[in-house]
């Protein structure tokens, strides 16, 4: 699919910059169940589906909007801000760096300190903090932190955009999620200001999932929307082309599918069952499929319906490739050569210096091999 230039830059209006910090082979005969794909076009800046295709109904959601600033300075935006994406280098730690919200009215907030980890490596930090549709914000940047830069975000109450989206549920081997159309991901941010595409799909076999947390507020309102905000943190800010991970899944056990990996094979994957590259682990990306539960798992369990559709997603994609849940295993990455022993379902923090999935859902990761392999 090409998108035409002038429907990208009609969409995104923010500046291409990084912001934000793959052993077995698929199973020989792995049978791909088909399942139902949603195509968007961009024809128009507010329009993905002019003529809905067969088997698809018109849908809208928000256009997001967003604008990209650097540095402590105020920042003022021209729509009320959900999330505010902030990464800096040079330190991982959070400790003196604060946030402080403006209201519709001006009045500025109290600061607050920046809390979490993200989903970032040892090299700096990455938050998407809730802004509780504020008109702006100030930063402070964390002790020892460089290259400040944020990201005031709305992905709900922007100008609507109709997509077409499929009209059975999708499936991904018995497995209902919520295709890309479904959750509302504007395909035009996949490709760059001259029509070309950002990050092109590369695919290697399979070898391992790595689960991770989106740091992102527990109990939320309107996950969807949670989940575009990181779409366009990492697509455009981030300039990955894309969202970093494969999967997500919501409190309510909702499966939110991820990287966009073609038109012709199951979710994440090709027709010959490899997988599509995503953006989730630095350095260890290739052949290695990453899982996202939207929330933040550091003190706090994931709901039981979400640890359900982790173990049943997480279930049927080993089954598709025919490898032990409960083993340890060598990755390599087929790009460079590098090797790294984990788990065959390992945590983020299995591969880097990260609090991601957080410790409580970290110390459920032998638990969750055990229910996967138990169904088996």
């Known amino acids: 699919m090409t998108v035409p230039p002038t429907s990208h830059r009609a969409r995104s209006r923010v500046t291409r910059r990084g912001l934000i910090g793959a052993a077995g082979a698929v199973a020989a005969g792995a049978a791909l169940t088909p399942v139902v794909m949603a195509n968007t076009t961009s024809d128009t800046a507010n329009s993905d589906a002019t003529d809905a295709e067969a088997g698809t109904t018109s849908e809208t959601f928000p256009e997001t909007r967003a604008k990209e600033a650097t540095g402590e300075g105020p920042v003022k935006a021209a729509f009320p801000i959900g999330y505010v994406g902030v990464r800096w280098a040079g330190t991982s730690e959070t400790a003196g760096g604060g946030i402080r919200l403006t209201d519709a009215d001006g009045g500025k907030g109290a600061w607050k300190s920046l809390s979490g980890s993200g989903c970032s490596g040892s090299n700096g930090g990455a938050l998407l903090i809730p802004a509780d549709q504020a008109s702006g914000y100030e930063l402070k940047a964390p002790d020892g932190a460089s290259g400040l830069r944020s990201l005031a975000l709305d992905t709900t109450q922007g100008p609507q955009r109709e997509v077409a989206v499929p009209k059975d549920t999708t499936r991904v081997r018995g497995v209902a999620y919520l295709s890309r159309a479904a959750w509302g991901a504007d395909e035009s941010l996949r490709f760059k200001a001259d029509g070309t595409e950002n990050s092109p799909t590369a695919y290697y076999p399979f070898q391992t999932i790595t689960?991770?947390?989106?740091?992102?507020?527990?109990?939320?309102?309107?996950?969807?929307?949670?989940?575009?905000?990181?779409?366009?943190?990492?697509?455009?800010?981030?300039d990955w082309g894309d969202i970093g991970y494969h999967f997500l899944i919501d409190e309510k056990g909702r499966?939110?599918?991820?990287?966009?990996?073609?038109?012709?094979?199951?979710?994440?994957?090709?027709?010959?069952?490899?997988?599509?590259?995503?953006?989730?682990?630095?350095?260890?990306?290739?052949?290695?499929?990453?899982?996202?539960?939207?929330?933040?798992?550091?003190?706090?369990?994931?709901?039981?319906?979400?640890?359900?559709?982790?173990?049943?997603?997480?279930?049927?994609?080993?089954?598709?490739?025919?490898?032990?849940p409960k083993a340890q295993v060598t990755y390599t990455n087929p790009v460079?050569?590098?090797?790294?022993?984990?788990?065959?379902?390992?945590?983020?923090?299995?591969?880097?210096?990260?609090?991601?999935?957080?410790?409580?859902?970290?110390?459920?990761?032998?638990?969750?091999?055990?229910?996967?392999?138990?169904?088996?």
């Open 255 to 324: 499966i939110y599918e991820g990287r966009y990996s073609g038109d012709d094979g199951i979710p994440a994957h090709d027709a010959d069952g490899k997988l599509v590259t995503a953006f989730h682990v630095g350095g260890f990306n290739s052949g290695n499929l990453g899982i996202a539960l939207l929330g933040t798992l550091v003190d706090q369990s994931p709901t039981d319906a979400a640890r359900t559709a982790l173990t049943r997603l997480t279930r049927v994609l080993t089954r598709l490739h025919g490898v032990d």
């Open 211 to 238: 689960v991770h947390h989106t740091d992102t507020p527990n109990g939320d309102p309107d996950p969807a929307a949670t989940v575009r905000a990181i779409y366009q943190f990492h697509a455009v800010t981030n």
């Open 336 to 376: 460079n050569g590098t090797k790294k022993d984990v788990p065959e379902i390992s945590g983020h923090r299995d591969w880097m210096e990260t609090d991601c999935p957080g410790g409580t859902m970290y110390g459920e990761l032998t638990a969750l091999r055990e229910a996967v392999a138990g169904g088996r």
